[in-house]
């Protein structure tokens, strides 16, 4: 499977960086907006809005899809955990695996990115995939008993009706309002415009290869081994077998403000990686036309 991504995706050293670098910084200052939106509560329900899905899902429809899921889910990390304080250590394996695997399956099934229906389902599929294995987690960290709700005394599968009410809610939030019809509604606009801005070759639709060509057996085996690793890392930190944690007490000091800094820098990184895209796509173009000149001149 390597080999045909690689051959479908022909990236240099500096377009990867570029891509993993400008998901990076994207996604995390997208997860640094959703700290400052306001949270709205209809009865029990929370309304509040986990990630801005459209996002990422965007860049691996755009991008080489494993590069952009990595550096999304390595953006989240770094701008909404570690810069705000927040980094949970062992614990952040499970969402950085989770996430990760859930953008770059997204980005696999898109086979044409003008394609409506291919990124309609895409978009869902990325965001059910990450809800699911989610909820998995927190149902068995539940049955196992190394974490404790506040559901029906003595019985555990409450839980499952609890996560489940969740799943759905993150669907519909995160899955359709903040996923599904942003993505149908920018990739048109952003599709075979944004790339030759950055000197990378458009993603062209490949009818000939079908689903099992990237997702295949081995890979399903990779990503359920994944999945495990992911969920073991988190039963591990919530028995308190932790390590690498950040939690500094002298954020508290700047108080909600602070947040205001990691946002301006994600923002600098976004508009210095795009500028060096368009630098370096410029000088290449230029730098094809003086060897097309010499060519014509030659004869």
Same mark, same amino acid.
């Given at each position: ?19 993993? !670098? ?26 509040? !809005? ?51 695997? $859930? ?18 389902? $895409? ?37 499952? $009706? ?54 295949? %057996?081995?890979?399903?085996? %990779? ?5 495990? %690793? ?6 591990? &930190? ?5 390590? &690498? /944690? ?19 820098? $994600?923002?600098? !990184? %976004?508009?210095?990686?795009?500028? /060096? ?23």
């Amino acid at each position: 499977m390597s080999n045909q991504l690689s051959s479908r995706y022909e990236y240099t050293q500096s377009q990867k960086m570029i891509v993993f !670098i400008l998901a990076m910084s994207l996604n995390g200052l997208a997860n640094l907006f959703t700290e400052i939106l306001p949270e709205f509560q209809l009865g029990p329900i929370d309304l509040s !809005i986990s990630y801005l899905a459209f996002i990422p899902l965007i860049l691996v429809f755009l991008f080489h899809p494993l590069i952009a899921a990595i550096g999304a889910s390595t953006g989240e990390i770094i701008f909404g955990d570690l810069l705000l304080g927040d980094f949970s250590g062992l614990g952040e394996v499970e969402g950085f695996i989770e996430f990760t695997l $859930a953008m770059y399956i997204a980005g696999l099934l898109v086979q044409d990115p003008s394609s409506r229906k291919q990124i309609g389902i $895409a978009a869902i599929v990325g965001v059910g995939i990450d809800q699911m294995l989610s909820s998995i987690v927190d149902i068995g960290k539940v049955w196992v008993g190394i974490e404790e709700i506040e559901a029906v005394a003595g019985l555990p599968e409450s839980i499952v $009706a609890i996560e489940a009410f969740s799943f759905v809610k993150e669907m519909v939030i995160s899955g359709v309002l903040f996923g599904l019809i942003p993505t149908l509604y920018f990739m048109p606009k952003l599709y075979r415009k944004i790339e030759p801005l950055m000197g990378i070759k458009p993603r062209e639709a490949n009818d000939r290869a079908s689903m099992t060509t990237y997702i295949s %057996v081995r890979f399903l085996i %990779v990503a359920v081994f994944l999945a495990f %690793v992911g969920l073991v890392a988190e039963f591990m &930190a919530e028995m308190d077998i932790n390590f &690498a /944690v950040w939690d500094p007490d002298f954020l508290e000091q700047f108080g909600d403000g602070y947040i205001w800094l990691p946002i301006s820098a $994600a923002a600098i !990184i %976004v508009i210095l990686v795009f500028s /060096v895209a368009v630098r370096l796509a410029k000088k290449k173009i230029k730098r094809i036309m003086i060897n097309g000149q010499r060519k014509r001149t030659s004869y």
